[in-house]
């Protein structure tokens, strides 16, 4: 017998024996299925007073950057009494994790000012929007009283359009009634003609077509296996009281309609691990995350000191900064842990090797673009039944995100494009004001005129211009030749954290684990000290 069986045979007998909780234990047990301590990286152990002799308490860090990986390393370090000293470019506190609400002012790398004009609740989160239930970042809102709500990353009312293909913009539902069906009709057809009968048994023949059946609403043999369409795809008519008994939606256009609308490609983005959901926000906006680790630390974190030097020694490291002022300070401290971008900090002098400063230009920062649209009323919840979620396109704004806080409130939010890359590019090189007028002259063609007319305020962000950032995120060409395991280990004095530094690239969860990697890695350094 095949070791597949064997473990089958196994677990039909737990099953048995123990029912179908136990079963799922043993599959856990196996690695079929993953394990809440896997994913809560159980190896991480949070330095504590008790770990350091007195002789080594206090010993002093001085961390560059407040957004979430800096933060991060100075609260975990903080538990042990290390003393810490955070300096952040910024006025702000959170790096990428930016909540833009009426009021905030930003001045792009060009000299460009924007000031948000929202209104009271209406925000944009110009970065992180989103929360998947397996990323630690959950366990720190947790840890820090940072209240959770539902983010609606999937709506079956939301739509897709492809303006190339010609096709008017569609649910969904709709999309993925037509997809499941033809694709379900095509492998029925095809197994029941005989060509996968070198692939399957008679039994397992039947077992798919009867998951073929429900998958995609099919006919059964006396009728080919036919998609004709179903109330999957929705209602010109909904049901109703006495005798209105609705009006499906159709007739399902035919297949070679619905593979040239090329509305399948979309359906893949739910099923990433990352995507799945259900998925959350902080109430208020993501900002609270970083904000609530601000409250903790006080006074360790320096707003609005820019650093111009770092140098290593054998002692310790010191750093310089400009202040608020442009007067220029110095902080010495035993060790350093740099939490800037990659290359943000190439550019900061050092003594460092050189190699070092060479694996910090490595990595390609991305262009990402954001724009965030109030309108006056909420007209995609009272027109069109659109309650959050995501509208999918091939134009150049990429994708429209309805919000999913502030339910049959007076105004809402839309982010009207979220673009990487050229398009981001595109944008970015844009006016703030023509940055909306293209985004609301394409946002039209989904919605309508009144995606125009009950407009209210724009604010959007290009992060390559955002000063100290400089793009969304970075990729990396290679993690295999060399750059990235030497940032991951200490240069001299000097440690590095980031998201960029871990395989969670984009995410917050990235950044607390690149953070914690490097609390783990000094805190044993300095316990192992003579």
């Known amino acids: 017998m095949t070791p597949n069986v064997t473990r089958r045979t196994l677990l039909r007998s737990i099953g048995v024996a123990g029912g179908a909780g136990v079963m799922f234990e043993s599959m856990r047990a196996l690695g079929l299925v993953a394990s809440p301590e896997a994913l809560a990286t159980p190896d991480y152990q949070p330095p504590a007073p ?3 002799p007195a002789g080594k308490r206090g010993k002093k860090v001085v961390i560059l950057g407040a ?40 001045t792009d790398l060009d000299g460009t000012t924007q000031t948000a004009r929202f209104a009271k609740d209406q925000y944009l989160n110009a970065g992180p929007a989103r929360l998947p239930q397996s990323h630690i970042t959950l366990d720190y809102c947790r840890e820090l009283g ?5 983010f609606v990353n999937q709506n079956a009312n939301a739509l897709i359009y492809n303006e190339q293909s010609g096709v008017a913009p569609q649910q969904y539902r709709t999309a993925k009634s037509d997809v499941y069906g033809y694709v379900s009709e095509l492998l029925a057809k095809a197994i029941d003609q005989g060509a996968l009968d070198q692939r399957m048994s008679s039994e397992d023949k039947d077992r798919l077509l009867t998951f073929l059946s429900g998958f995609g609403a099919i006919g059964d043999r006396a009728s080919g296996y036919a998609y004709a369409g179903t109330s999957r795809r929705g209602y010109s008519v909904e049901p109703g009281a006495a005798d209105q008994a609705g009006v499906v939606l159709g007739p ?20 990433g691990y990352d995507q799945a959901m259900t998925m959350l926000q902080p109430v208020g906006g993501m900002d609270a995350i970083p904000m609530a680790l ?9 707003l609005g000191a820019a650093v111009t030097k770092l140098t290593d020694g054998p002692r310790g490291v010191e750093v310089v900064y400009k202040d608020k002022r442009g007067k220029e300070n110095v902080v010495r401290a035993d060790y350093c842990v740099a939490a800037l971008p990659p290359h943000v900090m190439a550019r ?12 910090l230009r490595y990595p390609v920062a991305t262009p990402v673009g954001k724009i965030g649209l109030e309108y006056r009323r909420r007209w995609w919840e009272q027109d069109d039944r659109i309650y959050g979620g995501i509208t999918e396109t091939d134009m150049d704004l990429a994708h429209v995100w309805y ?19 050229a398009n981001a590019t595109t944008y970015g090189n844009l006016s703030p004001a023509d940055r909306t007028t293209r985004a609301v002259a394409q946002g039209v063609k989904i919605h309508g005129e009144k995606y125009r007319t009950e407009l209210a305020n724009a604010f959007s962000v290009a992060w390559q211009k955002v000063p100290h950032i400089e793009g969304g995120w970075v990729s990396w060409p290679s993690r295999s030749s060399g750059e990235y395991t030497l940032l991951n280990q200490p240069a001299g004095r000097v440690y590095f954290a980031g998201d960029w530094l871990s395989y969670f690239i984009a995410w917050q969860a990235g950044a607390i684990d690149s953070a914690r990697y490097a609390v783990t890695n000094l805190h044993k350094r300095v316990i192992a000290e003579r």
Not at 88 to 97: P, Q
Not at 294 to 302: A, D, F, I, T
């Open 348 to 359: 900061v002098p050092t003594n460092l090797d050189p190699k070092v400063t060479a694996a």
């Open 294 to 302: 601000y409250r903790r630390l006080g006074n360790k974190v320096r």
């Open 252 to 271: 399902p256009p035919a297949l070679s309609s619905v593979l040239a609308s090329q509305v399948g490609r979309y359906f893949s983005f739910e099923f």
């Open 403 to 421: 919000p999913s806080y502030g339910f049959h409130g007076e105004r809402g939010l839309v982010v009207g494009y979220y673009n990487t890359g």
């Open 146 to 150: 940072v209240p959770l709500e539902i």
């Open 50 to 52: 008790g770990d350091l």
């Open 67 to 106: 957004g979430m990986a800096g933060l991060v390393t100075a609260y975990e370090l903080g538990k042990a009494g290390y003393d810490c000293t955070v300096l952040e470019a910024k006025d702000r506190v959170g790096g990428r994790n930016w909540t833009v609400r009426g009021g905030t002012t930003a």
